[in-house]
C-alpha cells in the first residue's frame, strides 16, 4: 500500500512568490491534515479535511494560505505571498476515519520550504 | 488551550541504557496519546500509542505510561540501540479528538 506522498520535497523561492505544496493521501482515507514544524519548534496544526470539506482551519496562520482538496483526493496548500516566517517543514497526514481516538495518523516526509 | 510540553529536548544515553522522554498536556478532555518516531531524513512513523482508559502499554522495548490525573504521559526505551537514534514527538488529542497537538520533540542519541 503507497504512503502518504508529498510534492515537492524541498522548495526554495524568494519572498513574495508563490508556492503549491501538494499531498495525497493514503488512498481510501477521508481525512486529510496539514501540519507545519518551524525549526526546533513543535509540529504544528494548520487544518483538517474530511474528503473535500475543511472540517477545521483555525490552525492557518492567515490569509496567506490556501488549502484546497477538490473532489476529496490529493490536496494542495498554496502560500501567497510567502514571507520569511513562512519557512518550515509542511507535512501532511492522513486517517481513514475520524475521531483520531479510533483511528491512527499517517504522515508523509513533509516538504522542506525556504523562503529567502 | 492546545499545549503539550515535552522534554528534555536533547537526551544521549549509552548503548543498552534506558531512555525516558516526558510530556505534560493541558487539555482534560485528550483521551489519545500517540507517540511518534522520526528518523533523519524520513517521516514521523507511529511508534506506539495509549488510550485514556489505561495506565500502561507495552510493546518490546518500548512502554507508554499515563497519569491522567497530573495530565502527563512518557514514553520508556529499554535495551537502547543505536537505530534508536531519532527524534520522538508526544502527541495528545484536541478538539474532540479531531486533530493532534504535538510537542516539540526530543532528540535522542544512543552512543554506541
Known amino acids: 500500500e503507497a504512503g502518504v506522498t508529498q510534492f515537492p520535497s524541498h522548495s526554495v523561492i524568494e519572498k513574495g512568490q508563490t508556492v503549491t505544496l501538494r499531498c495525497d493521501p493514503i488512498s481510501g482515507h477521508d481525512n486529510l491534515y496539514w501540519y507545519r514544524r518551524v525549526m526546533g519548534k513543535e509540529i504544528k496544526f494548520l487544518l483538517h479535511?474530511?474528503?473535500?470539506?475543511?472540517?477545521?482551519e483555525s490552525g492557518m496562520p492567515n490569509n496567506r494560505f490556501l488549502a484546497e482538496r477538490t473532489g476529496g483526493t490529493y490536496s494542495t496548500l498554496k502560500v501567497q505571498p510567502a514571507e520569511l516566517e513562512d519557512s518550515g517543514v509542511y507535512f501532511c497526514?492522513?486517517?481513514?476515519?475520524?475521531?483520531?481516538?479510533?483511528?491512527?495518523?499517517?504522515f508523509g516526509s513533509g516538504t522542506q520550504l525556504s523562503v529567502l | 488551550g492546545e499545549n503539550v510540553e515535552q522534554h528534555p529536548s536533547t537526551l544521549s544515553v549509552q548503548e543498552g541504557d534506558s531512555a525516558v522522554i516526558k510530556c505534560t498536556y493541558s487539555d482534560s478532555a485528550s483521551n489519545y496519546f500517540p507517540w511518534y518516531k522520526q528518523e533523519l531524513g524520513k517521516r514521523p512513523q507511529l511508534i506506539i500509542d495509549?488510550?485514556?482508559?489505561?495506565g500502561e502499554k507495552k510493546d518490546q522495548r518500548i512502554a507508554v505510561t499515563l497519569n491522567k490525573t497530573a495530565k502527563h504521559f512518557s514514553l520508556h526505551i529499554t535495551e537502547t540501540q543505536p537505530e534508536d537514534s531519532a527524534v520522538y514527538f508526544c502527541a495528545a488529542s484536541m478538539g474532540g479528538n479531531n486533530r493532534l497537538a504535538f510537542g516539540k520533540g526530543n532528540q535522542v542519541v544512543v552512543i554506541p
Open positions: 497526514a492522513s486517517s481513514q476515519r475520524y475521531p483520531l481516538l479510533d483511528e491512527k495518523l499517517f
Open positions: 495509549i488510550r485514556s482508559n489505561v
Open positions: 479535511f474530511v474528503k473535500e470539506s475543511k472540517q477545521d
